[in-house]
């Protein structure tokens, strides 16, 4: 068997790891995600604060902010609860390798194989959007909605990281919120985007 084979063989089985995998993953994040409204309280904060911004009437922006208040405090609080079921999840299902290769942790060492568990991931999401809710930092309306978007929609592509990769996740962010991956993460509040880089590694930076 020559190298071409050998390589068009791995490349297949490459590829049908990663697709069941992946398929896995969606599965297991899907059936705890549906206990909750997160995506349906996510869209209608999203719509709301958006809506918000973009109105110059000062009396009339205060009151589509006053009218997200519930929604606020019931997105944290199901976040929350969804992290806290997640975290019942088993590790080996969890893991987020950085290595490409599929289930590269189980069969390459530590250092060959960087990654993180993503339990660990949704719950400083859950802490991050609890935190900007509160807002004990006192921060301005627009300033605490922007951060809050901020932080929804990095938790969002965490998700589809996990699902699927990172790559996807930036491409779907951009496509759907017209947001880049780098300006999300330097919007998100101090803590959260300390303790996500030093989970995952990351370092997103703006060109």
Request: charged share 20%; hydrophobic share 45%; with cysteine.
């Amino acid at each position: 068997m020559d190298i071409l084979t050998l390589a068009l063989l791995f490349a297949v089985g490459s590829f049908l790891l990663k697709t069941r995998e992946q398929r896995q993953r969606i599965a297991l994040l899907g059936a705890h995600l549906g206990q909750f409204q997160i995506e349906k309280l996510m869209e209608r904060l999203n719509d709301g604060y958006l809506r918000a911004l973009d109105e110059p009437d000062e009396q009339r922006q205060q009151q589509i902010w006053s009218l997200h208040t519930a929604t606020e405090e019931a997105l944290a609080q199901q976040f929350e609860r969804f992290a806290q079921t997640f975290s019942q999840a088993d590790a080996s299902s969890t893991w987020v390798n950085r290595n490409p290769l599929p289930q590269a942790h189980r069969w390459l060492p530590a250092w060959l194989a960087p990654g993180f568990d993503a339990r660990a991931l949704m719950q400083l999401h859950a802490q991050g959007i609890a935190r900007v809710v509160a807002n004990p930092q006192q921060w301005p309306v627009r300033e605490r909605a922007r951060t809050l978007l901020a932080e929804l929609y990095l938790m969002q592509h965490s998700c589809h990281w996990f699902c699927r990769s990172h790559a996807l996740a930036s491409a779907r962010l951009l496509a759907r919120h017209k947001t880049a991956y780098a300006q999300v993460l330097q919007a998100v509040s101090p803590a959260t985007r300390e303790g996500y880089q030093a989970l995952t590694g990351v370092r997103a930076t703006l060109p």
